[in-house]
């Protein structure tokens, strides 16, 4: 894959800062940070496959949260680190598109599997006499089917959009990775029509999880106030607050990025907010979703009392 139409072959990433005296200690803070997503998101993913009680809709889905969220962190935080330790953290044009595409099917998988996931606890919830039947390993399936073609889509339509423009002469990258609005900045024929198309598929990529995940929670709510139990209504409540601290992390971040102007919304602030998406949210998921569920806690304890005993 060659950069058709410039004379780009290889692009060299700003990293997050240049000050010299703050790269080492953010080299480790971000090295840890990246270490307790691998290790969070590993044990979580283990933990699901090794208990057979886990094996539900809701845990299937869990499972693939987790497997995303490692592998699109793996996809962007590696050659981060690499800016801070590097002269010039250099990117052949093939890796960078290649780095784009990954990111972007990662990404927009994460936000269908998140409405996917707010679809499970809307039936739990709200229709728990036909739960087994609606929620069946077939229909969960399809929808993950859904999900991760919607990320193919997407990655590949972002991918094509920013493979047709012409880089000249200039390719430093204001990021620490290879993005869609810097790398529309760095291009030196005319973005409009590239502009429009990342607003659009951004559009349909948030558009469509969040109009779901509304609509959903907005049938939870009413069903939820219309449960007598203060303990029904307190343990309904606790189940969907943590998928929801998660949805607004991870929307809010990402809406914030791409749906604003440039000219409201700086590179320079812009690399800041990618950070909540790209590195927070992948080391948080698994902490919020294990350390406030219960099934989780005892699947742990299981698994660790037969490696103790083995």
């Known amino acids: 894959m060659a950069a058709r ?3 780009v072959t290889e ?3 700003a990293g997050l800062t240049d000050q010299p005296g703050l790269r080492i200690p953010l080299f480790f803070l971000f090295l840890g940070f990246y270490l307790i997503t691998v290790l ?16 539900t809709p809701m845990y299937f889905f869990l499972f693939n949260l987790s497997l995303i969220d490692l592998s699109y962190s793996t996809t962007i935080t590696p050659k981060m680190l690499m800016s801070f330790i590097s002269k010039k953290n250099i990117i052949l044009y093939t890796g960078c598109m290649t780095q784009l595409f990954f990111f972007c099917f990662f990404v927009i998988s994460e936000s269908f599997v998140l409405s996917a996931m707010a679809y499970d606890r809307y039936v739990a919830i709200c229709n728990p006499l036909v739960y087994t ?19 193919f ?24 990775m290879c993005d869609i609005l810097p790398l529309l900045e760095l291009s030196c024929n005319s973005t409009d029509a590239n502009d429009l198309v990342v607003f659009v598929v951004v559009a349909i990529d948030i558009g469509i999880p969040i109009i779901t995940i509304f609509i ?4 939870i709510l009413s069903s939820i106030l219309r449960i007598h139990s203060t303990e029904g209504r307190s343990k309904a409540f606790s189940t969907c607050s943590t998928h929801m601290s998660v949805v607004l992390l991870f929307f809010g971040s990402g809406a914030f990025m791409y749906l604003k102007s440039p000219t409201i919304l700086p590179l320079d602030q812009g690399k800041v907010s990618s950070l909540f998406y790209t590195i927070l949210v992948p080391m948080l998921n698994p902490l919020i979703y294990s350390l406030r569920n219960k099934d989780v806690k005892v699947a742990f304890r299981k698994t660790l009392g037969r490696k103790i005993f083995c």
């Open 5 to 7: 139409n410039s004379s």
């Open 40 to 55: 969070g998101n590993l044990s979580l993913i283990i933990l699901i496959a090794l208990n057979s009680h886990l094996h």
């Open 133 to 151: 039947l609606t929620m069946s390993p077939q229909v969960c399936s399809l929808l993950l089917l859904g999900v991760y073609g919607m990320g």
């Open 153 to 176: 889509t997407g990655a590949m339509a972002h991918t094509g959009n920013i493979m047709s423009l012409i880089f000249c002469s200039d390719n430093l990258i204001n990021h620490f």
């Open 11 to 13: 692009f060299i990433l």
């Open 216 to 219: 959903s929670y907005a049938l």
